[in-house]
């Protein structure tokens, strides 16, 4: 774990859908080239503290700094701009573009990067060099995901959002997923992962943060996250 | 036959331009452009303006026109209007675009002034060339809208296919929340779109003014036209849309050659035909289930995006038992206004409050179908056109009396509006808003506009009750029966089949799984509905003392429901202030102010509508909430904190940390995944 400034600072984020309040007080540091793994149960706010950092949603409370500037006040364009790039939940692809298009609107924001980061891309993945021209919504899940984690591969960004990028996927397609965010975070990104599977996730990760219906309620570092702690507050299944 | 052909290519032409440009803003934007017609007519009037008016040569002018003013025109209106809208319900896009329609045409007229002669010149020289292909006849215009077409397909094909910005459009017709985490701003992309849909719109209106005439209403049928090939492309696929629109042009032109040019069915065959086009697409895509509504962007869209913001979804708090609420109050205040000023004014004044009331009791079939089946039905003016044709010729032909007609005669009305509920009913919002407003039009070129309904415009005569004959007594008569169909409303409102009309409206699927039949509660809102707008134009006739055809004119309704809407599509008494406002306000003007000023009020009607975009609660609904708050501040008033607890007019009002820096994807989710 580096001691560096951190490249992300998040105090007392708060956001609320409508009355709903679904964050409350949230805050972590992140440091430049380390991995935080955030972990909860269903509703617990992750996915929603994922879109919120990276501009979809609003927060109403709180403050997020992202290598000196303030993150709360871009639009999401700017934030991925600014080098953090978020890999939504589900299938971040657009279905109706074909891979070498979907890899193209990835890299508008690092143009002068395109050929490389495109021959980039499909070295890592040659399966998309294969159907470069096959429309994105016919790809497989497995192969829509590799899509979207090329996305983070070809470009170097400073911060990779991964939200439940196993979800739904074959065992070989998990091994994927964690490889290759490995292989990021080899390259200098730090990300923050958030998994449905909280060992794995906790292996790969320098930092733990859990989040329970809105709230931190354990964060320190990954390897202290026993199974008595994991099981506490993930209950026996998450904790796998 | 070539001649016929070729002729019909270039009116084919006309609609491809038109529904290829609804289509791209579709799919790009979201929003369904009922105002394509009058930002046609806006930027054909503009180079009207220019080339014969100020003498400008044609490529001077159609440059200036099409390549400056029509996009920036485009632009200006999404900054204004259409980017509120691309998260809104489907009314109220289809409101706010129908009140751009409604105020935008007059206000041009304003500003550029009023055509009595609406022949103008497109873009090929005067005297117009004639070549003669194969034999056939063509000419110059023909020829350039061809020309106009070729290029709109090579450049729009072009630059989507093979250019970023074309890749960046695709995209984000894909996903909006996708493009934007791209680092791609969706904002800059939709402005650009709408740029192009203004010149698009403009190449329309001036290409089809020559055949169809420099007005409103010419454009109106063109784009009615077009939404035959839109529909046929499912509101998605380009290439149908303009192989659609070719085939319709042709089919129009090449059935002319086999029909008398003299005959009266020939008068109705020919308008019939896109519609008739419409009809056998949407049956055919009703039957096989792929009529529903396209759902803009992707799952992440949909999860970040704002529910809510239709006005027959906002919710209204209980009123505690015992209490009075402040609605009440305000409604009990507005009826007793209403019942007084009659008998204070004159016969001329006193007339057009009780054409207001009877046009109020047509409206309360808005509130019915659309305020609480949330269903969006264009149509309710062409039933409230039967009524009056129905009531009139019982009153003429079988000497009934005028009351007994009018409650009986609507009745007969009623199997239209089911059969029509029926048709619907598995189709989405926009195919239901399209189909019902294509079948009002229908209606009104086959059957009202007829003889012997038509007579010159002046309809059938039809009596008053002989206690009613004066003004004053007719209002109250009117007011009468629109309290009686207000209680109604309420008590169905109120009862178990109210309870299941909700039901439906907020979830069919949450309604099906308590076991309530889907197809029995719009049916049975669809008949109440058709038989209250059926009551309303029997009064309204009743007034007239003749049915005057030609004010149940479908676009008319269009004005009917933007002001309802506007007002509040749920409440019984905004359909009160409605009504009034509508016959009333006009006369105002036209007594009291310069004729030029006479189309301020519909002006006025469009601007509410559009308003809408940013405050979907309606403007009573609004302001009694307001008062409500007002008083609740003050201590012991008892009255229920904002009777109506409207839902955030705009989403991202409810954000109250710096929503302004963030983009438009940032609003405020309300029912999205937390």
Same mark, same amino acid.
């Given at each position: 774990?580096?001691?560096?400034?951190?490249?992300?600072?998040?105090?007392?984020?708060?956001?609320?859908?409508?009355?709903?309040?679904?964050?409350?007080?949230?805050s972590?540091?992140?440091?430049?080239?380390?991995?935080?793994?955030?972990?909860?149960?269903?509703?617990?706010?992750k996915?929603?503290l994922?879109?919120?950092?990276?501009?979809?949603?609003?927060?109403?409370?709180?403050?997020?700094?992202?290598?000196?500037?303030d993150?709360?006040?871009?639009?999401?364009?700017?934030? *991925?701009?600014?080098?953090?790039?978020?890999?939504?939940?589900?299938?971040?692809?657009?279905?109706?573009?074909?891979?070498?298009?979907?890899?193209?609107?990835?890299?508008?924001?690092?143009?002068?990067?395109?050929?490389?980061?495109?021959?980039r891309?499909?070295?890592?993945?040659?399966?998309?060099?294969? *159907?470069?021209?096959?429309?994105?919504?016919?790809?497989?899940?497995?192969?829509?995901?590799?899509l979207?984690?090329?996305?983070?591969?070809?470009?170097?960004?400073?911060l990779?959002?991964?939200?439940?990028?196993?979800?739904g996927?074959?065992?070989?397609?998990?091994?994927?997923?964690?490889?290759?965010?490995?292989?990021?975070?080899?390259?200098?990104?730090?990300?923050?992962?958030i998994?449905?599977?909280?060992?794995?996730?906790?292996?790969?990760?320098?930092?733990?943060l859990?989040?329970?219906?809105?709230?931190?309620?354990?964060?320190?570092?990954?390897?202290?996250?026993?199974?008595?702690?994991?099981?506490?507050?993930l209950?026996?299944?998450?904790?796998? | 036959?070539?001649?016929?052909?070729?002729?019909?290519?270039?009116?084919?032409a006309?609609y491809?331009?038109?529904?290829?440009?609804?289509?791209i803003?579709y799919?790009?934007?979201?929003?369904?452009?009922?105002?394509?017609?009058?930002?046609a007519?806006?930027?054909?009037?503009?180079?009207?303006?220019?080339?014969?008016?100020?003498?400008w040569?044609?490529?001077?002018?159609?440059?200036?026109?099409?390549?400056?003013?029509?996009?920036?025109?485009?632009?200006?209106?999404?900054?204004?209007?259409?980017?509120?809208?691309?998260?809104?319900?489907?009314?109220?896009?289809?409101?706010?675009?129908?009140?751009?329609?409604?105020?935008?045409?007059?206000?041009?007229?304003?500003?550029?002034?009023?055509?009595?002669?609406?022949t103008?010149?497109?873009?090929?020289?005067?005297?117009?060339?004639?070549?003669?292909?194969?034999?056939?006849?063509?000419?110059?215009?023909?020829?350039?809208?061809?020309?106009?077409?070729?290029?709109?397909?090579?450049?729009?094909v072009?630059?989507?296919?093979?250019?970023e910005?074309?890749?960046r459009?695709?995209a984000?017709?894909?996903?909006?929340?996708?493009?934007?985490?791209?680092?791609?701003?969706?904002?800059?992309?939709?402005?650009?779109?709408?740029?192009?849909?203004?010149?698009?719109?403009?190449?329309?209106?001036?290409?089809?003014?020559?055949?169809?005439?420099l007005?409103?209403?010419?454009?109106?049928?063109?784009?009615?036209?077009a939404?035959?090939?839109?529909?046929?492309?499912?509101l998605?696929?380009l290439?149908?849309?303009?192989?659609?629109?070719?085939?319709?042009?042709?089919?129009?032109?090449?059935?002319?050659?086999?029909?008398?040019?003299?005959?009266?069915?020939?008068?109705?065959?020919?308008?019939?035909?896109?519609?008739?086009?419409?009809?056998?697409? !949407?049956?055919?895509?009703?039957?096989?289930?792929e009529?529903?509504?396209?759902?803009?962007?992707?799952?992440?869209?949909?999860?970040?995006?704002?529910?809510?913001?239709?006005?027959?979804?906002?919710?209204?708090?209980?009123?505690?038992?015992?209490?009075?609420?402040?609605?009440?109050?305000?409604?009990?205040?507005?009826?007793?206004?209403?019942?007084?000023?009659?008998?204070?004014?004159?016969?001329?004044?006193?007339?057009?409050?009780?054409?207001?009331?009877?046009?109020?009791?047509?409206?309360?079939?808005?509130?019915?179908?659309?305020?609480?089946?949330?269903?969006?039905?264009?149509?309710?003016?062409?039933?409230?056109?039967?009524?009056?044709?129905?009531?009139?010729?019982?009153?003429?032909?079988?000497?009934?009396?005028?009351?007994?007609?009018?409650? +009986?005669?609507?009745?007969?009305?009623?199997?239209?509006?089911?059969?029509?509920?029926l048709?619907?009913?598995?189709?989405?919002?926009?195919?239901?808003?399209?189909?019902?407003l294509?079948?009002?039009?229908?209606?009104?070129?086959?059957?009202?506009?007829?003889?012997?309904?038509?007579?010159?415009?002046?309809?059938?005569?039809?009596?008053?009750?002989?206690?009613?004959?004066?003004?004053?007594?007719?209002?109250?008569?009117?007011?009468?029966?629109?309290?009686?169909?207000?209680?109604?409303?309420?008590?169905?409102?109120?009862?178990?089949?109210?309870?299941?009309?909700?039901?439906?409206?907020?979830?069919?699927?949450?309604?099906?799984?308590?076991?309530?039949?889907?197809?029995?509660?719009?049916?049975?809102?669809?008949?109440l509905?058709?038989?209250?707008?059926?009551?309303?134009?029997?009064?309204?006739?009743?007034?007239?003392?003749?049915?005057?055809?030609?004010?149940?004119?479908?676009?008319?309704?269009?004005?009917?429901?933007?002001?309802?809407v506007?007002?509040?599509?749920?409440?019984?008494?905004?359909?009160?202030?409605?009504?009034?406002?509508?016959y009333?306000?006009?006369?105002?003007?036209?007594?009291?102010?310069?004729?030029?000023?006479?189309?301020?009020?519909?002006?006025?009607?469009?601007?509410?509508?559009?308003?809408?975009?940013?405050?979907?609660?309606?403007?009573?609904?609004?302001?009694?909430?307001? !008062?409500?708050? +007002?008083?609740?501040?003050?201590?012991?008033?008892?009255?229920?904190?904002?009777?109506?607890?409207?839902?955030?007019?705009?989403?991202a009002?409810?954000?109250?940390?710096?929503r302004?820096?963030?983009?438009?994807?940032?609003q405020?989710?309300?029912?999205?995944?937390?």
């Open positions: 774990m580096s001691t560096d400034a951190p490249l992300l600072r998040v105090k007392d984020l708060a956001v609320r859908y409508g009355s709903a309040q679904a964050l409350f007080d949230v972590f540091d992140l440091s430049p080239n380390s991995a935080l793994a955030v972990l909860g149960p269903n509703g617990a706010g996915t929603t994922a879109r919120t950092l990276s501009g979809l949603v609003p927060s109403c409370g709180g403050s997020a700094e992202f290598a000196g500037q993150l709360l006040k871009l639009t999401a364009p700017r934030v *991925r701009r600014a080098g953090l790039l978020h890999l939504p939940e589900g299938r971040g692809v657009f279905p109706g573009l074909t891979v070498q298009e979907n890899l193209r609107m990835a890299l508008t924001a690092d143009k002068q990067a395109r050929n490389p980061g495109l021959e891309a499909f070295e890592i993945f040659p399966v998309l060099a294969e *159907r470069r021209r096959q429309p994105a919504g016919t790809l497989s899940g497995g192969e829509q995901q590799m979207s984690l090329a996305r983070a591969l070809m470009v170097s960004p400073r990779v959002i991964a939200d439940e990028m196993s979800l996927l074959s065992p070989k397609a998990v091994d994927i997923v964690f490889a290759s965010l490995a292989r990021a975070r080899d390259n200098g990104v730090s990300v923050i992962m998994e449905q599977f909280a060992r794995r996730a906790l292996d790969f990760a320098d930092q733990g859990i989040l329970h219906r809105g709230r931190s309620s354990w964060s320190g570092p990954a390897q202290e996250a026993g199974e008595e702690l994991l099981h506490r507050y209950g026996g299944a998450a904790a796998a | 036959m070539l001649s016929y052909v070729l002729a019909g290519l270039a009116l084919g006309v491809a331009v038109a529904a290829g440009s609804l289509v803003t799919v790009a934007s979201g929003v369904f452009n009922l105002a394509f017609a009058a930002m007519f806006t930027v054909a009037r503009f180079y009207y303006f220019l080339n014969t008016e100020q003498g040569a044609i490529p001077p002018a159609a440059v200036v026109s099409l390549m400056i003013f029509a996009p920036v025109f485009g632009a200006l209106l999404y900054a204004v209007l259409f980017r509120h809208l691309r998260l809104r319900s489907t009314l109220v896009k289809l409101m706010a675009t129908v009140g751009l329609s409604v105020a935008l045409p007059p206000l041009v007229q304003l500003v550029l002034g009023h055509l009595t002669n609406v103008a010149p497109a873009l090929a020289p005067r005297p117009l060339a004639v070549f003669h292909p194969f034999g056939a006849v063509l000419n110059a215009d023909q020829l350039a809208t061809y020309i106009g077409l070729a290029v709109v397909l090579v450049v729009g072009g630059v989507l296919r093979f250019t910005v074309g890749l459009v695709r984000l017709v894909d996903s909006e929340a996708l493009t934007s985490l791209s680092g791609t701003n969706p904002g800059r992309v939709s402005l650009g779109v709408w740029a192009v849909s203004g010149t698009l719109a403009g190449l329309a209106g001036i290409l089809v003014a020559p055949t169809s005439g007005s409103a209403e010419g454009m109106t049928y063109m784009m009615s036209a939404f035959a090939a839109v529909i046929a492309a499912r998605r696929s290439a149908v849309a303009v192989v659609v629109a070719l085939t319709m042009g042709v089919v129009t032109d090449v059935v002319q050659k086999y029909l008398d040019p003299s005959s009266s069915f020939t008068a109705a065959v020919i308008p019939s035909v896109p519609f008739a086009f419409m009809l056998v697409f !949407l049956l055919y895509y009703a039957v096989r289930g009529a529903g509504d396209a759902v803009a962007g992707g799952a992440l869209d949909r999860a970040i995006s704002p529910q809510g913001g239709d006005p027959s979804l906002m919710r209204t708090a209980a009123v505690p038992q015992g209490r009075i609420s402040s609605s009440s109050i305000g409604t009990l205040a507005v009826v007793v206004v209403i019942a007084v000023v009659p008998a204070g004014l004159d016969r001329y004044w006193a007339g057009l409050v009780a054409a207001g009331i009877a046009a109020a009791i047509a409206l309360l079939s808005y509130t019915l179908v659309t305020g609480e089946g949330a269903m969006v039905w264009l149509s309710q003016i062409t039933f409230a056109g039967v009524g009056a044709v129905v009531a009139a010729e019982l009153v003429d032909r079988w000497s009934w009396p005028p009351l007994l007609a009018v409650f +009986l005669g609507s009745v007969l009305v009623v199997p239209v509006g089911v059969l029509l509920g048709l619907t009913i598995r189709l989405g919002d926009l195919y239901v808003a399209l189909v019902t294509t079948f009002g039009s229908l209606v009104q070129t086959l059957v009202l506009t007829q003889d012997p309904f038509y007579d010159f415009g002046s309809g059938q005569p039809m009596e008053r009750p002989s206690f009613a004959q004066d003004n004053q007594v007719f209002a109250y008569l009117a007011l009468a029966v629109f309290l009686l169909v207000g209680l109604v409303i309420l008590n169905v409102r109120r009862s178990t089949a109210g309870l299941a009309v909700a039901a439906v409206r907020w979830s069919e699927n949450g309604a099906k799984t308590l076991g309530i039949s889907v197809i029995q509660t719009k049916v049975l809102l669809s008949a509905a058709t038989y209250i707008a059926a009551l309303g134009g029997g009064f309204l006739a009743m007034n007239f003392r003749y049915t005057l055809p030609d004010s149940f004119h479908p676009s008319l309704g269009l004005v009917w429901l933007a002001v309802l506007t007002m509040g599509s749920r409440s019984i008494v905004a359909a009160l202030i409605a009504g009034v406002v509508l009333v306000m006009p006369g105002i003007f036209a007594s009291y102010l310069p004729d030029k000023f006479a189309d301020v009020p519909t002006i006025l009607f469009g601007l509410g509508a559009i308003g809408l975009a940013t405050h979907p609660e309606g403007v009573v609904a609004q302001t009694g909430a307001n !008062l409500a708050r +007002l008083f609740t501040r003050r201590p012991g008033w008892a009255g229920t904190a904002a009777t109506t607890l409207t839902a955030p007019p705009d989403p009002e409810a954000a109250p940390h710096d302004s820096a963030r983009g438009e994807v940032q405020l989710p309300t029912g999205g995944q937390p």
